[in-house]
């Protein structure tokens, strides 16, 4: 792991938790959502943010609008008439983004979609990372110059082993890949790290 992780995880800025959401059906809190959007506002970066794994629910977009901010929202399952069905493993957002909030369906977790091709479907590590590497991909071709990613990732276990989501968004979004870890935040179960496109 690297020592740049492992040092902001020991500041790391601890988020309030209002409940309202759960963590069974692998929902994050809210108040992440939230603190993003002050993020990208507080940081200039254009008040635009793509969800490319959304629940389909349209549960963010109240939010959004109400601080003006547009929320593009992607899913391949059922879906409210504010997401649109997209597999964000194949195409992007097509528009320049200030933030990206990544929330994908965890790994070894039944799937959220009821679609084949869902991330939640894929069935080795390797699979997974690659899939969500694509994504990451579409994700720097969209952000703005020194714009910032949310990557929620928790640790818990898949048939006895122990995944860290955590550490694979480390790879996902590494330096190679053009991404540079900020801040990490934490909300148990989750530690979010923010990522700012390297110029």
């Known amino acids: 792991m690297i020592p740049e992780y492992l040092n902001l995880r020991r500041v790391a800025t601890v988020l309030r938790d209002n409940g309202g959401y759960d ?13 993003f959007i ?4 507080d940081n200039d ?10 629940s389909g629910i349209g549960r963010f977009h109240d939010m959004a609008d109400e601080v003006g901010v547009q929320l593009i929202a992607h899913t391949l399952g059922p879906h409210d008439a504010r997401v649109l069905v997209e597999d964000s493993t194949e195409r992007g957002p097509e ?6 909030l990544f929330h994908p369906t ?35 071709l969209s952000l703005s110059d020194d714009g910032a990613v949310c990557a929620i990732g928790r640790d818990y276990r898949v048939s006895g ?7 694979w968004y480390l790879d ?17 179960p989750d530690v979010v ?5 390297i110029q």
């Open 23 to 35: 963590l069974g059906r692998a929902e994050m809190n809210p108040v992440i959502f939230e603190e």
């Open 38 to 41: 002050g993020y990208v506002l």
């Open 45 to 54: 970066l254009p008040p635009v943010i793509w969800e490319p794994f959304s």
């Open 95 to 100: 528009c320049q983004i200030g933030g990206m």
């Open 106 to 140: 965890y790994y070894g977790s039944p799937p959220l979609a009821s679609v084949g091709r869902a991330v939640g479907h894929l069935s080795t590590k390797d699979d997974y990372i690659k899939a969500l590497k694509k994504t990451a991909d579409f994700t720097r």
């Open 161 to 167: 082993e122990r995944v860290r989501l955590d550490e």
């Open 172 to 188: 996902v979004f590494s330096r190679e890949r053009g991404f540079n870890l900020a801040e990490v935040w934490m909300s148990e």
């Open 193 to 197: 790290l923010i990522f700012r496109k």
